[in-house]
């Protein structure tokens, strides 16, 4: 008996990737922030929201520090308040936009704990949905996303100021 195969193309970029564009992913998309087509979301005083490019679920997003930070001991304490500031405007952001049945938020610091951009520290917050972990995840290792993080970053812009 052979194993059924699941595709999901959209995550070869991610797993084939060979070299990486130098500098920090993360503040590359700082830098491109006025972009319209950025996938930021908001820029605050000391942090700012982008979209993940490879999500776990539609909406996930990552808050990070404007300053490129390797660990939370370098943030400054009006840094993290902020963050948390965000973090809070957000879980009401995806209450609206999405109807979540919950919000996971998550540091991964380093990169033997999991953290795919090691070297700037950033805090991951996404909605969740009874029974989102299913069959396809369990036995297929594939998530199905219903939607890209571009119309994700669109919706979640429209809702954030009010």
């Given at each position: 008996?052979?194993?059924?195969?699941?595709?999901?193309?959209?995550?070869?970029?991610?797993v084939t990737a060979?070299?990486?564009?130098?500098?920090?992913?993360?503040?590359?998309?700082?830098?491109?922030?006025?972009?319209?087509?950025s996938l930021v979301v908001r820029v605050a005083a000391l942090n700012f929201v982008v979209m993940n490019l490879y999500p776990y679920n539609a909406g996930h997003v990552m808050i990070a520090p404007r300053r490129h930070l390797g660990s939370l001991a370098e943030a400054t304490?009006?840094?993290?308040?902020?963050?948390?500031?965000?973090?809070?405007?957000?879980?009401?952001?995806?209450?609206?936009?999405?109807?979540?049945?919950?919000?996971?938020?998550?540091?991964?610091?380093?990169?033997?704990a999991g953290a795919?951009?090691?070297?700037?520290?950033?805090?991951?917050?996404?909605p969740r949905w009874a029974g989102d972990t299913n069959f396809m995840t369990t036995v297929g290792g594939t998530r199905v996303i219903p939607e890209d993080p571009v119309?994700?970053?669109?919706?979640?812009?429209?809702?954030?100021?009010?």
């Open positions: 008996m052979g194993f059924e195969r699941i595709w999901s193309p959209w995550r070869k970029a991610y060979g070299a990486k564009e130098p500098g920090c992913v993360l503040c590359r998309a700082l830098e491109q922030a006025a972009d319209p087509d304490a009006e840094e993290l308040s902020e963050m948390m500031a965000l973090a809070r405007r957000l879980e009401s952001v995806m209450a609206r936009v999405y109807a979540p049945d919950g919000i996971n938020l998550g540091l991964n610091l380093g990169k033997a795919g951009v090691a070297d700037h520290i950033h805090l991951h917050m996404l119309e994700a970053c669109a919706r979640l812009k429209a809702e954030i100021d009010k």
